[in-house]
Nanobody
Framework: QVQLVESGGGLVQAGGSLKLSCAAS????????MGWFRQAPGKDRQFIGS????????VNLADSVRGRFTISRANANTLTLQMNSLKPDDTAVYYC???????????WGQGIQVTVSS
């Protein structure tokens, strides 16, 4: 089992920046792939990006955030999402997730609200 807890959300003006963090605990010694998703009101959950098993920066980002968002993983237990040039359309609940052994996104944090005002 892997437990995930997000932090760092809040309210920001358009054009501003926020940094989200995800703290993982449990079976993180296996370094499961981890990623970020978001869900806006009335919309489906959207994939933002993910980082595979090694330490590094984001290796897979959605087109809608590429060039503005960066995902990084400093170690097996910490995943960050740096969001720059935020837009009102980025307003959503943001979720941290980790894959299980079958490659599915099995583990989820509780989600954290990000609100971008115009």
């Amino acid at each position: 089992q892997v437990q995930l807890v997000e932090s760092g959300g809040g309210l920001v003006q358009a054009g501003g920046s926020l940094k989200l963090s995800c703290a993982a605990s449990g079976r993180t010694f296996r370094w499961p792939p981890m990623g970020w998703f978001r869900q806006a009101p009335g919309k489906d959950r959207q994939f933002i990006g993910s980082v595979m098993r090694s330490i590094g920066v984001s290796v897979n980002l959605a087109d809608s955030v590429r060039g503005r968002f960066t995902i990084s993983r400093a170690n097996a237990n910490t995943l960050t999402l740096q969001m720059n040039s935020l837009k009102p359309d980025d307003t959503a609940v943001y979720y941290c997730s980790a894959q299980g052994e079958d490659g599915s996104w099995d583990y989820w944090g509780q989600g954290i609200q990000v609100t971008v005002s115009s």
